[in-house]
């Protein structure tokens, strides 16, 4: 009896060992600088100034023969800024604000506590606000992006940085004179609970 609670013992261990090793969990927050890249009609409209936001939410991490898979799902809330000069007498300076649900799927590979990864990342639009009616005709539901990047594993913290660009259009501006896209330097730091 003693000799089968030392070996459940051990294979408890051995299998929590494992699988610290191979998976872990956590919650992840950061910070994006975010600017806008307009399609089509470049007379009408204009890309303005990179804007701040922000981005929370959860992220894992499996191992799997010397690479590893990293799904995440966080709240990402959007900004830019463009300018309408479709009435060359009145340009205004219009904001762009956006939040969205983003749910990236990046591969990569860790060496030491330095990783590199790169996957897609499906994005779903929650609400969107802009402060001139009539200068966004539509807006998509879900778009497709990419992201691409470096971290650093400190312990039980990790750090991020990642670009990303759209694959598809976020909204489309006037009656189909110009197409959105947001693209994003993304700054992050997480922390591994298992």
Do not use: C
Not at 135 to 160: C, H, M, N, P, T
């Amino acid at each position: 009896m003693k000799k089968l609670f030392t070996l459940l013992g051990l294979l408890f261990f051995i299998v929590t060992a494992v699988e610290a090793q191979v998976f872990t969990v956590g919650p992840k927050l950061g910070i994006s600088n975010t600017t806008l890249s307009l399609k089509d009609n470049i007379d009408a409209y204009e890309a303005g100034d990179s804007k701040f936001s922000y981005h929370g939410g959860l992220f894992a991490r499996v191992k799997i023969a010397g690479f590893y898979v990293q799904p995440e799902a966080y709240f990402n809330s959007v900004r830019g800024e463009y300018t309408d000069a479709t009435d060359p007498n009145d340009v205004k300076t219009l904001e762009f604000n956006q939040n969205k649900i983003d749910m990236p799927v990046l591969i990569g590979w860790k060496m030491g506590p330095f990783r590199i990864n790169a996957g897609s990342v499906a994005s779903f639009n929650l609400d969107d606000e802009v402060d001139f009616d009539n200068s966004v005709s539509e807006y998509r539901s879900a778009v497709f992006a990419y992201q691409a990047g470096i971290g650093l594993d400190i312990s039980k913290l990790i750090v991020d940085l990642r670009y990303e660009g759209n694959l598809s259009n976020q909204a489309i501006l006037g009656n189909d004179e110009g197409k959105v896209r947001v693209n994003q330097i993304m700054l992050s730091v997480g922390l591994k609970l298992l």
